[in-house]
C-alpha cells in the first residue's frame, strides 16, 4: 500500500497514460522506414566549427568537435520528434521563429538583385522629398513657466515690450526662468527642435524670419520669446551627392515588396477565414485586405 503512495509512481503511470493516448490519438503515424534520415554534412559541421570559434577565438579540439556535432544529432532529432509528436502547434514563440526565419530568407533573396543605375535614378527622382535636406535653424528662448507665473503668457508680451525698447544686449539673459533645456540651440532641423520643444513650437519657431524677437510661442513647458539667429532653407542635393542612401532606401523598398509579394502567394495558397466576430472587430476593409478563400 506504501508504493501507490509514491510520486514518482504517480508520475510514471500518467507519463505512460499520456503517451498512449497520444498514440491512441495519431494513429496514422509515419512509418519509420519512410522518414528522412538526419544528415549531417560539411556544411553543418563548417558551421559549427565557425560558430565556436567566434564565441571562443579558438577553433574546437576534435573532442570539442565530437561533442559539437554529437548535440546538433540530438537536438535535430528531438526538434523532429517533437514535430512528429506535434509540439509545435500553438506554440507563440515556435510560430514567430519559424515566421522571422523564412521573412529573412525572403529579404536575403531581394538582395541579390544589384540595381542598374538608370534604376536607382528613376528611384531618385520618382522620391525626390526622401533625400531632401531639410531646413535648419539657429535661435535663442527665454522662457516663462506657467507653474510659476498667474500669466506666463502676459509676462512673456510685457517682455516683448522691454527688449524692443532696451539697447542692453545682455538684458535677454535676465528674463524669463530656468528650463533644462539650453537657451540657445545651434543649427537644428525640425525634428529636433520638435524632439526638444514639441511639434506646434518647432513648426512656429521655423517660420519665423531672424533679426527680431518672436510673440511668445507656446511649448510643451510653456511660453517663450524666440529669436532667430540663422536660418537656413530646405535643398535637394543632386542624386551623385545621395546614391548611397538612395540604394539603401530602394534596397529597403525591395525588401518591402519581396515581403507583400510573398505574402500575397501563401495567402492565395493556404487561404485566409475569419471568423464572422472577428470581421465585426476588425471592419470590412482590414478583413478584405487579410482574409482569402481556401
Known amino acids: 500500500m506504501n508504493l501507490l503512495r509514491e510520486p514518482l509512481l504517480h508520475f510514471v503511470v500518467g507519463g505512460a497514460l499520456l503517451f498512449a493516448g497520444y498514440a491512441w490519438l495519431d494513429r496514422e503515424q509515419t512509418d519509420a522506414s519512410d522518414l528522412e534520415p538526419v544528415r549531417i554534412g560539411e556544411g553543418e559541421v563548417r558551421w559549427l566549427k565557425e560558430t565556436w570559434a567566434n564565441q571562443w577565438l579558438r577553433a574546437p579540439s576534435t573532442q570539442e568537435l565530437q561533442e559539437l556535432v554529437a548535440d546538433l544529432v540530438s537536438e535535430e532529432l528531438l526538434a523532429r520528434e517533437a514535430r512528429e509528436m506535434g509540439l509545435d502547434r500553438n506554440d507563440t514563440v515556435v510560430r514567430r521563429r519559424l515566421a522571422q526565419k523564412l521573412k529573412f530568407i525572403v529579404e536575403d533573396t531581394s538582395r541579390l538583385v544589384e540595381p542598374k543605375e538608370a534604376e536607382l535614378r528613376q528611384f531618385y527622382e520618382a522620391n525626390a522629398a526622401r533625400f531632401q535636406k531639410g531646413a535648419r535653424v539657429s535661435f535663442t528662448q527665454i522662457f516663462f513657466n506657467p507653474a510659476l507665473r498667474n500669466d506666463a503668457s502676459s509676462d512673456a508680451k510685457a517682455a516683448l515690450v522691454e527688449l524692443k525698447s532696451a539697447r542692453d544686449t545682455e538684458l535677454a539673459a535676465m528674463l524669463g526662468d530656468r528650463l533644462l533645456l539650453d537657451a540657445e540651440v545651434r543649427d537644428a532641423d525640425e525634428q529636433a527642435v520638435s524632439g526638444m520643444f514639441g511639434p506646434d513650437f518647432a513648426r512656429a519657431v521655423f517660420a519665423l524670419k531672424p533679426g ?68 465585426e472587430l476588425l471592419g470590412a476593409d482590414r478583413v478584405a485586405d487579410m482574409a482569402a478563400a481556401p
Not at 539603401?248 to 525588401?255: H, L, N, V, Y
Open 212 to 279: 527680431m524677437w518672436s510673440e511668445p510661442v507656446k511649448s510643451g513647458y510653456g511660453f517663450h520669446l524666440v529669436s532667430i539667429a540663422d536660418s537656413s532653407a530646405g535643398k535637394q542635393p543632386p542624386f551623385e551627392e545621395v546614391r548611397d542612401k538612395v540604394l539603401q532606401e530602394w534596397r529597403r523598398e525591395k525588401e518591402k515588396g519581396a515581403d507583400r509579394d510573398y505574402i500575397a502567394r501563401l495567402r492565395e495558397k493556404y487561404g485566409v477565414v475569419l471568423d464572422d466576430s472577428v470581421k
